[in-house]
């Protein structure tokens, strides 16, 4: 079978539908779907930038939010309720997400953490509110955010963001196919998965 990288980061505005339709799309195209947590900010400090981009230029900001709120309109989400502040600081998800298997429980979590960052609007560099994530997908919050805290968990998202950039990737959501063909955004998914299908053997 298949299978493509989803680069995604969590304080990401669109990575939050992408991550909620990315494996049903992969399920069309008879492909899996590898996790990829990292995290945007670094790429973004060698840029010279010190926030999102939509916080930088005022009117793709507000297109952003409208955008976003359609988006989730038009796939059935849960109305879009903006993150305060705006980004999250995500660096304590991303560690649990990657020291989590990527054979599914990756995944649940890192959806979770979406819904409660974009539609319930609570703060996901909270421990507590990571806590109740993580135990009502009864993973036990206690042993996972000690693996988090582990040295090698920390260099392993280093490594992440390492790589993200070795490989061209400049924002989120991304799809990376086996021949590493970038395709950037949320209404990519489907072009990412097409591309792995008639052109990667």
């Given at each position: 079978?298949?299978k ?7 304080a990401s505005?669109?990575s ?22 990292f995290?945007l900010g ?32 038009l ?6 309720t903006?993150?305060?502040?705006f ?22 979590f ?9 539609a319930?609007?609570r703060s996901?560099?909270?421990k507590?509110v ?20 582990e ?8 490594a ?8 061209g990737?400049f ?8 021949d ?8 990519r998914l ?12």
């Open positions: 079978m298949r493509v990288e989803f680069w995604y980061e969590f505005t669109y939050y539908p992408a991550a909620m339709r990315v494996e049903n799309i992969a399920k069309i195209f008879d492909a899996t779907i590898s996790w990829q947590p995290l670094p790429i973004f400090k060698q840029l010279g930038w010190t926030t999102s981009p939509f916080n930088l230029q005022a009117a793709k900001g507000s297109y952003m939010w409208r955008d976003l709120e359609r988006t989730c309109m796939n059935g989400l849960p109305p879009l903006r993150p305060d502040p980004p999250q600081n995500s660096l304590l998800a991303a560690r649990v997400a990657l020291a989590l298997p990527d054979d599914g429980p990756r995944a649940e890192s959806r979770s953490v979406f819904t409660a960052e974009f319930d609007g996901i560099d909270d507590a990571l806590a109740d994530i993580l135990e009502k997908l009864d993973m036990p919050s206690a042993e996972w955010f000690e693996r988090a805290a040295p090698d968990i920390k260099d392993q998202l280093k992440q963001v390492a790589r993200a950039q070795e490989l990737i924002g989120a959501p991304m799809i990376v196919t086996s590493e063909e970038l395709c950037w955004g949320n209404d489907e072009d990412g998965l097409r591309w792995e299908t008639d052109h990667c053997e």
